[in-house]
């Protein structure tokens, strides 16, 4: 497995902006596509937006517009800037590799957003 570690989360006022970072650490493996999923309290860990390596984006329609995902191949990182927080931006951001060797996970990172 590809070893993830993320950075960035935090607590930020509604409108607020925060950007998130995934490093891809000691890895041997390339990777396809990265990418952001979040997990709220009581609910299903969503997908919020992938990159492949190619730059190619996909986001949830309840970020776009808002969230930008962008990718340092040489370096193997991952960012999510978040724009506009709203309350139910509100989780836990995990990051997420998919390389040869199958499907990795960070530990996760939590975002507040308060009203």
């Known amino acids: 497995q590809v070893q993830l570690v993320e950075s960035g989360g935090g607590l930020v006022q509604a409108g607020g902006s925060l950007r998130l970072s995934c490093a891809a650490s000691?890895?041997?493996?390339?990777?396809?596509?990265m990418g952001w999923y979040r997990q709220a309290p009581g609910k299903q860990r969503e997908l919020v937006a992938t990159?492949?390596?190619?730059?190619?984006?996909n986001y949830a329609d309840s970020v776009k517009g808002r969230f930008t995902i962008s990718r340092d191949n040489a370096e193997n990182t991952v960012y999510l800037q978040m724009n506009s927080l709203k309350p139910e931006d509100t989780a836990v951001y995990y990051c997420?590799?998919?390389?040869?060797?199958?499907?990795?996970w960070g530990q996760g990172t939590q975002v507040t957003v308060s009203s």
């Open positions: 000691r890895n041997r493996f390339r990777i396809n596509t």
């Open positions: 997420n590799a998919l390389s040869v060797v199958g499907n990795s």
């Open positions: 990159i492949t390596s190619g730059g190619s984006t």
